[in-house]
C-alpha cells in the first residue's frame, strides 16, 4: 500500500505564492505519472496539472497556465506543484494523486490515479 503525503497549504493574499508538495510513502513506488486535482466546496473536482514521471512532461490546466509549475524529485518520490500570482478562485482543497500506469490522456481525469493524498487547503483571500 501507498500513502501520499501531502504539505504546503495555507492562507494567502492575492497575487502572493505557495508551495505545495507530495511525497509517496514508500520509494520503491514505481509511478509513470502525478498529478494535481482541486475541489472547491459545491463543484467537482478538477485537474490543475500532471507530470510523467520518466520523461517529465508537464500538462496544466488552461486557468494555471503561466503561473502554476509542476516539478518531480525522482529520488524521492515527489512532487511539487509552485503556485505564484494565486487569485481568489483558486481557493479549494488541493489533492495529488498517483498511478504505475496512466493512459492516453487520463492524467487530467481523477478516474486516471488511484492513489489520492488527504488533501490540503489553499485559500486566497482578496
Known amino acids: 500500500q501507498v500513502q501520499l503525503v501531502e504539505s504546503g497549504g495555507g492562507l494567502v493574499q492575492a497575487g502572493g505564492s505557495l508551495r505545495l508538495s507530495c511525497a509517496a510513502s514508500?520509494?520503491?513506488?514505481?509511478?509513470?505519472?502525478m498529478g494535481w486535482f482541486r475541489q472547491a466546496p459545491g463543484k467537482e473536482r478538477e485537474f490543475v496539472a500532471a507530470?510523467?514521471?520518466?520523461?517529465?512532461?508537464?500538462y496544466y490546466a488552461d486557468s494555471v497556465k503561466g503561473r502554476f509549475t509542476i516539478s518531480r524529485d525522482n529520488a524521492e518520490n515527489t512532487v511539487y506543484l509552485q503556485m505564484n500570482s494565486l487569485k481568489p478562485e483558486d481557493t479549494a482543497l488541493y489533492f495529488c494523486a498517483a498511478d504505475t500506469t496512466v493512459f492516453g490522456n487520463s492524467y487530467q481525469r481523477p478516474s486516471g490515479y488511484h492513489y489520492w493524498g488527504q488533501g490540503t487547503q489553499v485559500t486566497v483571500s482578496s
Open positions: 514508500r520509494r520503491t513506488f514505481v509511478i509513470d505519472a
Open positions: 507530470i510523467k514521471w520518466n520523461s517529465g512532461n508537464t
